[in-house]
């Protein structure tokens, strides 16, 4: 299953390279591997954070339920990842600033 997903992933990067370097044609193919950047800053960022979350949300229901004392830690341990997609959205940001 890892394989077929990296497999995928490859094939997405290279397309979208490839469109990248099809519409620039007298500059070269900076602004369309900017953009391919962006999208991959931000989509990876929002992929890791969400399968982050979904061990994490498990165990923080778990944890709850056998002590509901643990629901402010469990909580404040399922919002961390999202300062990841933050990140990603800086990253975008500082990207896009470029172009």
Same mark, same amino acid.
């Given at each position: 299953?890892?394989?077929?997903?990296?497999?995928?992933?490859?094939?997405? =990067?290279?397309? $979208?390279?490839?469109?990248? !370097?099809? #519409?620039? &044609?007298?500059?070269? *193919?900076?602004? /369309?591997?900017? @953009? %391919?950047? =962006?999208?991959? $800053?931000?989509?990876?960022? !929002?992929? #890791?954070? &969400?399968?982050?979350? *979904?061990?994490? /949300?498990?165990? @923080? %229901?778990?944890?709850?339920?056998?002590?509901?004392?643990?629901?402010?830690?469990?909580?404040?341990?399922?919002?961390?990842?999202?300062?990841?997609?933050?990140?990603?959205?800086?990253?975008?940001?500082?990207?896009?600033?470029?172009?």
């Amino acid at each position: 299953m890892i394989k077929r997903f990296v497999a995928l992933l490859g094939m997405l =990067v290279l397309g $979208a390279l490839a469109f990248a !370097a099809e #519409g620039n &044609g007298a500059g070269g *193919s900076s602004n /369309g591997l900017v @953009a %391919v950047g =962006v999208g991959l $800053a931000i989509g990876l960022s !929002a992929l #890791g954070t &969400g399968w982050a979350q *979904s061990r994490i /949300g498990a165990a @923080a %229901v778990g944890a709850t339920a056998e002590k509901p004392s643990m629901f402010g830690t469990g909580l404040i341990f399922l919002l961390l990842p999202e300062t990841l997609v933050i990140f990603g959205f800086l990253l975008a940001y500082l990207l896009l600033g470029k172009v």
